[in-house]
C-alpha cells in the first residue's frame, strides 16, 4: 500500500527535521563562549579586542558630549601632553611625512640633470635666439627626464604648468622661465619642509626661537654671510627674525605662519644672499637688504649710539637723537604709547624701549610705503585713538614739524596750507577725516606719514622736484 518513492520522502523529511541550527548547537554555544571571554585567543587577538573596547568607549564618549553640546561644533582642540602617546605618534606621523616629502624633491645633481635636458632638446629662435620649447618638445624632455632623473620629476611637466608660461606665435615658451619655476618650486618646498621641523607643536606656526634656529641653519649656506663672525650669529639671526615677524606677525601675537613666511618678500630677500657678488657693493648697497651682514651691524652700531647709559634699552630722550633729531617729540611720544610695554613697576617713567621694539620701530620707518610699516606708523599719528585723522590731528603733529622747520633756518610756511596739501593727496573718502584705507589707497601713504613725523621727510616733499633733477642729471652727462 505504500510506495518506495513515499518511503524515501518521508525518510529524507524526518532527516531534515532533526538537523537542528548551528545556534542551539551545544559545541557552537560552548566555543561562542569560550572566545568570548578572551581565554582561547593569543596575545595580538587579545590586543585588537582590547583596541575595540577602547576605541568604543572613547567614541561613545564623544557621542554623549556632542549631544549635550548641542549643535555648538567644536573650535578648539587642546594639544597632546608633553611625553605623552599622542604626542609620540604625532611626531613620528610628521617625521615619516616630512621625510617622504623629501625624498621625492630635486637635488643639486638632478636640476643640473634637467637643465641638460631642456637645452639638448629644445629649438632655437631665429628672431630672438632664445631656447625654446613646443608641447611636443616638452613631452620628450618628459620622457628623457624621467629615465635619468626618475619619476619624482614627472609633476613638473604636466600640461598645466605647460600652460603658466608665456607662448609666442608658435605655441613654444622658452626653457629658462620653465626651469626658474622648477627651481623655486623646489626651494620653496624644502624650505617648508625645513620649518615644519622646527615647528614643534604642529600647528603651522613658528615661534620666535624657532624662526631664528631656521635662520641660523642657512647662515652656513649663505654666500654673503661666509665672514660672518660666529659671536655675530645669535644677534643676525635676532635681527634677521624680526622682519619676519614684522610683516607675517601683524597682530604681534608671538608667532608668523609658515605659509605667509613661504609668500613674503622677507624669505626672497634673505635667499639672495645666496648670490655671490662678483662687483663691488657699496656699504649704502648692502644697507638696503636688512638681511645682509652691514645692514645688521648697521643697526647694532646705530642701537648702541643711542644707549647713552648702556642699560640696554632706549628712554624717550635717547630716541629723539634717532636720525640726528630729526623727528618730533610728539610721535616719539606716540610711539612709546602704542609700541612700548610699561615697565615691571608700571610707572610712566620706567617705560624704555628694548631691543625687539627698536627692531620694529625701524622697520616701520625704513618701510614706510608697505601696508604693515603704515599701519604702524598711523597708531602713533592718530593721536585719539579713534581710527581715523581730523584737522585738528593734521595740525597738532605738523606743529612739531614746523617748529623745527624754522629753526632749521628755512622760509616761513602756513601750516593750514600744508593740510589742504595733505587732505589733496589724500583724497579722502570722508572729507572730514583720513582713515588708514585712505592712505594705503592714495598710494602716497608714506609720502604723508613723513611730512607729519620728521622734518627732514617733509623737506624731501618739498623738494622733490629739485631731487628728482639731481637724479635725472648723471645719465645726462654720461650721454654727452
Known amino acids: 500500500m505504500y510506495s518506495g518513492s513515499s518511503d524515501g520522502e518521508s525518510h529524507d523529511t524526518s532527516t531534515q527535521r532533526k538537523i537542528p541550527p548551528a545556534s542551539s548547537m551545544l559545541w557552537v554555544r560552548n566555543l561562542r563562549r569560550y572566545i568570548g571571554s578572551g581565554a582561547g585567543l593569543g596575545s595580538e587577538a ?3 579586542l582590547e583596541t575595540k573596547r577602547i576605541l568604543l568607549e572613547i567614541f561613545k564618549e564623544k557621542q554623549q558630549k556632542s549631544q549635550e553640546a548641542g549643535t555648538i561644533p567644536s573650535f578648539y582642540k587642546k594639544k597632546p601632553e608633553n611625553g605623552s602617546i599622542s604626542q609620540r605618534v604625532q611626531r613620528l606621523a610628521k617625521y615619516r611625512f616630512l621625510k617622504k616629502q623629501s625624498d621625492l624633491l630635486l637635488n643639486a645633481d638632478d636640476l643640473a640633470a634637467m637643465w641638460v635636458c631642456l637645452r639638448e632638446n629644445c629649438v632655437i629662435d631665429d628672431a630672438t635666439g632664445a631656447e625654446k620649447m613646443n608641447y611636443e618638445d616638452f613631452c620628450h624632455i618628459s620622457s628623457v627626464c624621467t629615465e635619468q632623473i626618475g619619476p619624482k620629476c614627472r609633476r613638473f611637466f604636466s600640461p598645466s604648468n605647460f600652460m603658466k608660461f608665456e607662448k609666442d606665435e608658435a605655441g613654444r615658451i622658452a626653457i629658462l622661465p620653465f626651469y626658474l619655476y622648477v627651481m623655486r618650486t623646489v626651494s620653496l618646498t624644502q624650505a617648508r619642509i625645513d620649518m615644519s621641523e622646527l615647528d614643534e607643536d604642529s600647528d603651522g606656526f613658528l615661534q620666535s626661537d624657532e624662526m631664528e634656529s631656521y635662520i641660523g641653519g642657512l647662515i652656513p649656506n649663505l654666500a654673503q654671510l661666509r665672514d660672518m663672525p660666529p659671536a655675530f650669529n645669535q644677534m643676525y639671526t635676532r635681527i634677521a627674525a624680526q622682519k619676519f615677524f614684522f610683516f607675517c606677525d601683524p597682530h604681534r601675537r608671538g608667532r608668523a605662519c609658515i605659509k605667509k613666511i613661504l609668500l613674503s618678500n622677507c624669505l626672497q630677500e634673505l635667499m639672495e644672499l645666496h648670490q655671490e657678488s662678483e662687483e663691488e657693493v657699496t656699504d649704502t648697497e648692502q644697507a638696503e637688504n636688512w638681511f645682509s651682514l652691514t645692514s645688521a651691524q648697521r643697526i647694532c652700531d646705530m642701537f648702541l649710539a643711542l644707549d647713552k647709559d648702556m642699560s ?4 624717550k630722550q635717547e630716541l ?6 630729526t623727528l618730533t617729540e610728539i610721535f616719539i611720544e606716540r610711539v612709546f604709547d602704542e609700541h612700548v610695554r610699561r615697565g615691571k613697576s608700571g610707572a610712566g617713567n620706567s617705560r624704555e624701549m628694548d631691543f625687539d621694539s627698536f627692531l ?28 581715523f585723522l581730523t584737522t585738528a590731528d593734521i595740525h597738532s603733529l605738523f606743529r612739531d614739524v614746523h617748529q623745527k622747520w624754522i629753526e632749521g633756518g628755512n622760509y616761513e610756511l602756513c601750516i593750514e596750507d600744508v593740510r589742504d596739501e595733505i587732505w589733496d593727496m589724500v583724497k579722502p573718502s570722508d572729507p572730514l577725516k583720513i582713515t588708514l584705507g ?6 602716497q601713504g608714506g609720502t604723508v606719514a613723513s611730512m607729519l613725523i620728521d622734518v627732514r621727510g617733509f623737506w624731501a616733499h618739498d623738494n622733490r622736484e629739485n631731487l628728482l633733477q639731481e637724479e635725472e642729471e648723471p645719465p645726462e652727462e654720461e650721454s654727452q
Open 438 to 443: 585712505d592712505l594705503l589707497g592714495c598710494k
Open 360 to 387: 620694529d620701530f625701524v622697520l616701520a620707518l625704513e618701510n614706510k610705503d608697505t601696508p604693515e610699516g603704515l599701519t604702524y606708523l598711523f597708531r602713533c599719528l592718530d593721536l585719539q585713538g579713534r581710527g
Open 312 to 315: 640696554g634699552s632706549l628712554s
Open 320 to 325: 629723539k637723537e634717532y636720525a640726528d633729531g
Open 46 to 48: 587579545l590586543m585588537e
